[in-house]
């Protein structure tokens, strides 16, 4: 956890950096952090008003030129996941890092009434898209010096619990994944993988999970942005394979 770690303003300074669920709670969050560091953000999601509303942001506080790249998770087919890689290497050339953060909920429910077409829609988009959107990114990723891969995760992917149900699942896969690439690519100086546990914080997904919690007890998405800076910049250079806390666990 990097809670008080503190980012050098041109931290990111020339980068180009991928970040899915940019619209809204923690991904929008991340994606004018990252721009404000001086990074080229691609700001990825399904609802492109409020990514247009991201990007506008991002305008009007001087940091670089984003760009918008609109996907459903839900849907989305290998096809798109390549024409994605081919766009982003005609556009820009480069990708040195992703922020896995787009995720569904799905519903909280005991295992035997879990509705399997929900189970599916989560492990989608949850799981199996951002695989296959990695498999597509991974040669744009490898020719940057110093690319950084960032999976989310939570703490029901760490330890299960009661009526999670699929997005428990989809959070151990994302695990997994990570540190089976990570060991593929360990010897590889310019590319580390790593997740990332937010930790509780006040978005619309926590508040869909925790409906009677008072969220000013919860830290809010800015307040976590330090460990995904640390993250996704090159002070975290070396670190590969490894959970991570965004913030230290409540008391
Ligand atoms: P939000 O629900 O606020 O935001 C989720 C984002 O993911 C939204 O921008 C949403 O788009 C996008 N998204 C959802 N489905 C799709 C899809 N099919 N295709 C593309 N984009 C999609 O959640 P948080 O900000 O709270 O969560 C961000 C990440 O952090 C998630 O991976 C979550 O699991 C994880 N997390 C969050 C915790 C918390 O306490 N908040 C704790 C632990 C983990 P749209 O706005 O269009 O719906």
């Given at each position: 956890c990097k809670i008080d770690y503190q980012a050098r303003?041109?931290?990111?300074?020339g980068r180009v950096i991928l970040v899915t669920?940019?619209?809204?709670g923690i991904g929008r969050e991340a994606a004018k952090a990252y721009a404000a560091h001086g990074a080229t953000v691609i700001l990825l999601g399904r609802t492109v008003a409020k990514l247009e509303a991201v990007y506008d942001e991002i305008e009007a506080a001087g940091s670089p030129q984003p760009a918008i790249f609109p996907l459903n998770f839900?849907?989305?087919?290998l096809k798109d996941f390549h024409d994605m890689a081919e766009t982003l290497d005609k556009e820009f050339?480069?990708?040195?890092?992703?922020?896995?953060n787009a995720g569904l909920l799905g519903r909280l429910t005991p295992f035997e009434q879990y509705d399997p077409a929900l189970w599916e829609q989560v492990m989608q988009v949850n799981a199996n898209g951002p695989v296959w959107m990695t498999q597509a990114l991974l040669p744009l990723l490898l020719s940057s010096d110093d690319a950084s891969l960032v999976f989310t995760s939570s703490s029901v992917g760490r330890k299960g619990r009661a009526y999670w149900g699929a997005y428990a699942v989809s959070k151990f896969a994302t695990e997994g994944f990570m540190q089976v690439l990570a060991e593929e690519f360990v010897?590889?100086?310019?590319i580390r993988i790593n997740s990332l546990n937010p930790g509780a914080t006040r978005t619309q997904m926590r508040k869909t999970a925790y409906?009677?919690?008072?969220?000013?007890g919860l830290r809010r998405p800015s307040d976590i942005m330090p460990t995904y800076l640390w993250l996704m910049g090159?002070?975290?250079?070396?670190?590969?394979g490894q959970q991570i806390d965004a913030q230290p666990p409540r008391s």
């Open positions: 303003p041109d931290l990111l300074n669920g940019a619209g809204d839900e849907g989305a087919t050339g480069r990708l040195d890092g992703v922020l896995h010897n590889h100086p310019g409906p009677g919690e008072d969220p000013n090159p002070d975290s250079r070396g670190v590969t």
